[in-house]
C-alpha cells in the first residue's frame, strides 16, 4: 500500500469554523491531490499540486483554499465551514508520470 | 476531458469472467484511458490504464478499441471481493471522475 495517511479521519464542525484537513505521504511523490464524494456523484477534484508552493484548481474550489510547504504535506483548508462541504474527503498521490493514483483513507467531514 | 458513458450496474456470477464496458467518443489522440475501482468505504483504487495497445496486469486486462472510441475492463475470474463501483477515466494528470458502474458479484 503507497504510504499515504489522513488526519483526522472524522470531524464534525459547526458553520462558520475554519478546518484544517492534512494529508501526509511517505513516498515523495510530486503529485498531490484533494478531492470530496457525496452521495450519487463520483469524486471531484478540489485542488491539486505539483509540487511545493505549486497547487492550482480543480472543478469544485470554491470556499477550499490548499498549501504545501513540504514534498510530504498538502493540507486542505475549509475558512469557513458551510453545509455544503459535508462530505468524504480524499486525499491522492501520484507518480511523475500522474498516470497511477493512490489514495488515502479518507476524512469524513459532517458540517452542522 | 473526453467524457466517459459507462452502464450505471452490472451483475456477474461469481468465478465468471466479467466485461465493463466504456464509451469515450470524444477522447484525443494523447489521452490515456484509465481505470479505477472503489470498495464499500474506501478510496479508490488504481485498477490499470492504457493508450492504445491492450494492457494486462495482475488485476484485469484492458481492451481498447482499435479507433480508441471505446474500451472494456476484463476481470478474468470474478471474487465477491471484486464487487465494488468501476469508473473509466479518460483525461491527463486530472483525473475526472463519473458516477462508474457499479458490478454486484452473485455467489
Known amino acids: 500500500d503507497a504510504g499515504i495517511t489522513q488526519s483526522p479521519r472524522h470531524k464534525v464542525t459547526e458553520t462558520g469554523t475554519p478546518v484544517t484537513l492534512r494529508c501526509h505521504q511517505t513516498e515523495n511523490h510530486r503529485y498531490m491531490y484533494w478531492y470530496r464524494q457525496d452521495p450519487g456523484h463520483g469524486l471531484r477534484l478540489i485542488h491539486y499540486?505539483?509540487?511545493?508552493?505549486?497547487?492550482d484548481k480543480g472543478e469544485v474550489s470554491d470556499g477550499y483554499s490548499v498549501s504545501r510547504s513540504k514534498t510530504e504535506d498538502f493540507l486542505l483548508t475549509l475558512e469557513s465551514a458551510t453545509s455544503s462541504q459535508t462530505s468524504v474527503y480524499f486525499c491522492?498521490?501520484?507518480?511523475?508520470?500522474?498516470?497511477?493514483?493512490?489514495f488515502g483513507p479518507g476524512t469524513r467531514l459532517t458540517v452542522t | 476531458d473526453a467524457k466517459t458513458t459507462q452502464p450505471n450496474s452490472m451483475e456477474s456470477n461469481e468465478e465468471e469472467p466479467v466485461h465493463l464496458p466504456c464509451n469515450h467518443s470524444t477522447i484525443s489522440g494523447t489521452d490515456y484511458i484509465h481505470w479505477y475501482r472503489q470498495l464499500p468505504s474506501q478510496g479508490p483504487e488504481y485498477v490499470i490504464h492504457?493508450?492504445?495497445s491492450n494492457v494486462n496486469n495482475r488485476m484485469a486486462s484492458l481492451a481498447i478499441a482499435e479507433d480508441r472510441k471505446s474500451s472494456t475492463l476484463i476481470l478474468h475470474r470474478a471474487t465477491l471481493r471484486d464487487a465494488a463501483v468501476y469508473y473509466c477515466?479518460?483525461?491527463?494528470?486530472?483525473?475526472?471522475f463519473g458516477t462508474g458502474t457499479r458490478l454486484t458479484i452473485i455467489p
Open positions: 491522492a498521490i501520484a507518480t511523475i508520470d500522474f498516470y497511477e493514483q493512490y
Open positions: 477515466i479518460v483525461n491527463g494528470e486530472k483525473l475526472t
Open positions: 492504457g493508450l492504445t
Open positions: 499540486s505539483y509540487g511545493v508552493k505549486d497547487t
